[in-house]
């Protein structure tokens, strides 16, 4: 859902400069990367073999303890880790 908020945002922001053409470059490496993770988190949490998935259960909460762990993967989840748009005060 953030990403979906996040690309009408971007293609409403290009289309009043008109730049509508530049979406695609601009909004890709945010789409891959969104890809990229859930491809990711999808493998971790449905693996079968009986082994990983007992070294994913040990490792995991202990991962969780470290900030910036829990905190790189909650900004990913989210959608919070793309860079910010140029249309926002401060942003390159």
Known sequence: MNLGIEDACWLAWLISEGRESDYSRLRMPAVHMVLRQTRQLTSLFTMSNPLAIAVRNFAMPMLFRLPQFSQK??????????????WIDGAV
């Open 73 to 86: 993967l909650l900004r990913g989840v989210s959608g919070c880790d793309t860079p910010p748009p140029p």
